[in-house]
């Protein structure tokens, strides 16, 4: 009968602990919140669109500056209309970029494109769309573990 009663007890600790959790937005939650008003109230310009709208974090480089990943030569696609083609050769130099980096960078590198308005070639966006779908699903199967 004890056994039942802490069994129960247990339970119920468990189902209130995950109701406050839920309801109460986290930190990072807010603050992402924060970053992209005031941006958009500072600047005055619209957002870049990254291309990754389902999986776009849009937190790391909002505020600060240009990181760059040994990637300086693509500064010269700045600029450049989405709708323009990219030569194969083209497309290899942001594929080589790609997977020479680390997985945790890809986001961030993803970032530093959209802040130099570097539009990414179609090909590439879709790689970097899979890989990033990866990592989620990769990390949220390590955390509901």
């Not at 995950?18 to 937005?25: D, S, T, V, W």
């Not at 010269?76 to 790609?98: G, H, K, M, N, P």
Request: proline share 3%; with cysteine.
């Amino acid at each position: 009968m004890a056994f039942l009663v802490l069994i129960g007890a247990l339970v119920l600790v468990g189902a209130v602990l995950r109701l406050l959790h839920h309801e109460e937005p986290s930190v990072s939650e807010t603050s992402e919140t924060s970053v992209s008003v005031s941006d958009t109230v500072t600047t005055g310009e619209p957002e870049i669109c990254c291309g990754l709208h389902e999986i776009c974090s849009k937190s790391a480089q909002r505020a600060g500056e240009i990181v760059y990943f040994d990637d300086e030569e693509l500064d010269r696609f700045s600029q450049r209309a989405d709708d323009d083609q990219y030569t194969s050769a083209e497309v290899e130099e942001f594929r080589d970029i790609l997977m020479t980096l680390p997985v945790g960078e890809i986001a961030q590198w993803q970032e530093s494109l959209a802040m130099r308005k570097i539009p990414v070639p179609a090909e590439i966006r879709d790689e970097m769309i899979i890989l990033l779908d990866e990592i989620a699903l990769t990390a949220g199967k390590t955390s509901n573990s």
